[in-house]
């Protein structure tokens, strides 16, 4: 029976993963045939893939929190509010992430909506195109004003299209998956707002457009398959609690440090849990 691990996204909410998988790593579990996560979900793993502990937390402590990063005057000019590429790149440089393969502890796929059909495909992360799948899965449309260019298409964000690649990780074989969300238990994406804004902007990209107005649809649909999963499938869910403070743009440190320590806190109970029940 494959084993997967999903990872949600959500910017800076990802730092309850963050604190979530360093757990995980500190307690040597990798108990997974492979690992799949869009937008921030899919650069947390990245570390974890490589077992390189410590490093998103650094990412999103150190690096997101940067005007370089994060620049809603940048924004009212004309440039990035949220520069991913920069992110991405000079973390990679300056904390020496290594390619997702070079740990050999399992696959990571990493989801990025296709700017002309609307739909998530899915890429296995590897040195050549790692980078580009990485920028591409984290670039929201408008706070990030590019479309990256993978092959022949243009993506954006994975999460647009597949917030929680659950759906996906069953289609891929997983009959017991883990999943990661970084927002508490009985949350639903609320309907979309200024929807007119959203059909002047995208009105020549329709396919992209229809994915940008179904979000909470296919958000919620995707909650209700891990509150209900098939029949021959087991999920696991590990969600921060009502008290998490992080929003998807919190620059708090302090806020961001709480975050973390209570995605540390879910993480060691889940192992714990895990060990017990393998151990009954």
Known sequence: MKKALVVEGGAMRGVFAAGVLDKFMEKGYFD???????????????TYVTNMQGLSKQIILNYATKREFFSPLRFV??????????????????????????GNYMPLYVGV???????????????????????????????????????NHRYVDGGVADAIPVK??????????????????????????SAWLLEKMYRDQPELLKSLLNRPKIYNDTLQFITNPPKDCVVHVIAPDVGFCVRRLTMDKKKLLRGYAQGRRMGRRFVQTITQRLAG
Request: charged share 20%; net charge negative; glycine share 8%.
């Open 113 to 151: 909506t296709n700017v002309d059909s609307g739909e998530c495909e899915y890429f296995k992360a590897i040195k050549t195109n790692v980078d580009d799948l990485m920028v591409a899965s984290c670039a929201l449309p408008t706070a990030f004003r590019e479309q990256p260019r993978i092959g």
């Open 168 to 193: 996906q990780a069953y289609d891929m074989g997983a009959r017991e998956i883990t999943v990661i969300l970084s927002q508490p238990p009985g949350f639903t994406k609320p309907a979309v707002k």
């Open 32 to 46: 997974f045939d492979f690992a799949i996560g869009v937008s921030a979900g899919a650069t947390n793993l990245s």
């Open 77 to 102: 000019k004309g440039g990035h509010m949220t520069d991913v590429h920069w992110l991405w790149h000079h973390s990679k440089q300056s904390l020496g992430i290594p390619s997702p393969e070079a």
